[in-house]
């Protein structure tokens, strides 16, 4: 099995921040229903003012070649575009447990 764990830092007003970031969470999370290898995901909206992430998102594949699966997957594709420009940072570890 292995969790792709990534974190995202966006651009803009606060409440643009929340407004993006909320649209990205839901669709994530409608994500298990479209892409067969995704067994699970998690997502995270960072309620701690004194953190500047605004995102993380913990998901799960059976193999290291479900995540580029995953990532490629136009479902997967769809929800990213979302974050648009609004988008400063990600950074990500994927590992197997």
């Not at 969790?3 to 649209?23: W, Y």
């Not at 990205?24 to 067969?36: G, M, R, T």
């Not at 136009?74 to 400063?88: C, D, F, I, R």
Request: proline content about 5%; aromatic content about 6%; hydrophobic content about 45%.
């Amino acid at each position: 099995m292995v969790k792709h764990i990534v974190m995202f830092l966006l651009k803009g007003t606060p409440e643009e921040r929340l407004r993006v970031a909320t649209e990205f969470k839901n669709a994530l999370e409608a994500l298990p229903e479209q892409i067969d290898c995704l067994q699970s995901i998690e997502v995270g909206l960072n309620q701690n003012p004194t953190e500047e992430w605004d995102v993380v998102l913990t998901a799960i594949v059976p193999t290291m070649a479900d995540v580029a699966v995953y990532a490629k997957h136009p479902a997967h594709v769809a929800a990213a575009s979302l974050l648009g420009a609004n988008k400063e940072l990600r950074g990500c570890v994927d590992y197997e447990f």
